[in-house]
Nanobody, 126 residues
Framework: QVQLVESGGGLVQAGGSLRLSCAAS????????MGWFRQAPGKEREFVAA????????YYADSVKGRFTISRDNAKNTGYLEMNSLKPEDTAVYYC???????????????????WGQGTQVTVSS
């Protein structure tokens, strides 16, 4: 089992920045691929970014490419999502997710992940 806890959400003005963290415990986090997803009210959960077990490969949704950066520190069992140039349409609950996987393949579908955090709210005001 892996337990994931997100933090770092909050209220920010458009154009601002936030850094989300995802603290993992329970198993060897370094053997897990990780992803970030978000869900706005009335919408389905959507893919934001993914990173492989070692951090060498990343992939982003087109809507956040160039503004968001996913990273991880396996020594600290923590993943991150740096969000810059935030827009009101980025407002959502953000979730981190993990699945045991080594290699360079990146997972963008919610069904690919076994473990999920509880989510952290990000609100961007205009």
């Amino acid at each position: 089992q892996v337990q994931l806890v997100e933090s770092g959400g909050g209220l920010v003005q458009a154009g601002g920045s936030l850094r989300l963290s995802c603290a993992a415990s329970g198993r060897t986090f370094s053997l897990f691929a990780m992803g970030w997803f978000r869900q706005a009210p009335g919408k389905e959960r959507e893919f934001v970014a993914a990173i492989n077990w070692y951090g060498a490969s990343t992939y982003y949704a087109d809507s956040v490419k160039g503004r968001f950066t996913i990273s991880r520190d396996n020594a600290k069992n923590t993943g991150y999502l740096e969000m810059n140039s935030l827009k009101p349409e980025d407002t959502a609950v953000y979730y981190c997710a993990a699945r045991r996987a080594v290699g360079s393949y990146l997972y963008t579908d919610t069904s690919a992940y076994n473990y999920w955090g509880q989510g952290t709210q990000v609100t961007v005001s205009s």
